[in-house]
């Protein structure tokens, strides 16, 4: 396992950092071929969140810009508090191909297994329990996962809140 991907594991919270390890571990087992599963995005912090929320709004972002979008595009609808990213229940991935460039391609199958290789680690965060950004009904998020219980971020929002995630 790769250490940015540890590094995001061990920031998440502590309920499931041995349950994403496995999950990783599983996935890059599965993965015979090139790819190996990196997580991009762990815990986010409210400020980061907030960042977040203000590209294609009141910040510009270059992605998208253009004449007609001069802002560029948005990046998420959760303003501070209300993405699950902010609780330390949701991860991000892409696949990292032959140790050194990032993809995020749903359809490559890079083990030549008849499976593409994003679909073998949908499946295998499911069996634990994780809900898959791509299957949402409004707006997919393909590299997103969230632990199924505690992807309510209104409910996660009542809890008791570590001061560093402010």
């Not at 790769?2 to 599965?30: F, G, M, W, Y």
């Not at 090139?34 to 969140?49: D, M, N, P, S």
């Not at 330390?88 to 993809?103: E, H, N, Q, R, Y």
């Given at each position: ?32 071929g ?16 907030e ?20 802002m560029?595009n ?32 749903t ?22 329990g ?12 393909l590299p ?23």
């Open positions: 396992m790769n250490k940015p991907t540890t590094d995001k594991i061990a920031k998440l919270h502590p309920s499931v950092r041995q349950e994403v390890t496995k999950i990783i571990q599983e996935c890059n087992t599965a993965l015979t090139r790819a190996k599963v990196r997580i991009t995005q762990g815990l986010r912090t409210f400020k980061e969140q960042e977040l929320y203000a590209l294609g709004r009141t910040k510009v972002n270059p992605a998208g810009k253009t004449p007609k979008k001069p560029g948005k990046v998420t609808n959760a303003k501070a508090g209300q993405s699950v990213h902010n609780y330390g229940f949701a991860v991000d991935i892409c696949l990292i191909i032959d140790g050194k460039t990032a993809s995020w391609d359809k490559k199958d890079w083990d030549n297994d008849q499976v593409a290789d994003w679909y073998e680690c949908v499946k295998i965060f499911a069996k634990y994780w809900e898959w950004g791509g299957n949402w009904k409004t707006i997919k998020d997103h996962f969230d632990k199924r219980g505690f992807n309510s971020w209104r409910k996660l929002y009542k809890l008791k809140k570590d001061k560093t995630v402010m």
